[in-house]
């Protein structure tokens, strides 16, 4: 059963594992800080909202903005504060997020990582 789905903004490349070089990494914080409180204001403006569960399953569709080749591994690293935004406003800690599964979207305008959260399969 569906508990929550929310669209999130593609995340900035300063956000990147392979974005970081040498002196560079306050911006890649704080870019990373920006996006996390970024997609928490989506969360609440979405009115995502703590959900009865323990543990849930969790897919993330990764929309990118463009048809350029990315990969999966690197897109979770560079969304990870904006999918920590949605355990917090879930209230599930994401150590608690029993199955993960990741997919490549269609390219849309701008971006997005659409989450959903499931209740978690016995």
Same mark, same amino acid.
């Given at each position: ?25 306050? #911006? ?39 048809? @350029? ?8 690293? @560079? ?15 994401? #150590? ?7 997919? @490549? ?18």
């Amino acid at each position: 059963m569906m508990l929550a789905r929310v669209q999130l903004p593609w995340p900035p490349s300063a956000t990147s594992p392979n974005a970081s070089g040498q002196g560079k990494w306050r #911006s890649k914080a704080d870019a990373a800080k920006g996006y996390k409180l970024a997609c928490w204001a989506l969360c609440e403006a979405e009115k995502i909202r703590p959900v009865d569960a323990i543990a849930v399953d969790v897919l993330v569709t990764f929309c990118p903005p463009s048809k @350029r080749r990315y990969d999966l591994d690197n897109a979770l690293a @560079r969304a990870k504060q904006g999918l920590d935004a949605v355990a917090e406003a879930i209230a599930v800690d994401d #150590s608690h997020w029993r199955r993960s599964t990741l997919e @490549r979207g269609e390219p849309c305008r701008d971006g997005a990582v659409i989450v959903h959260i499931m209740e978690a399969e016995a």
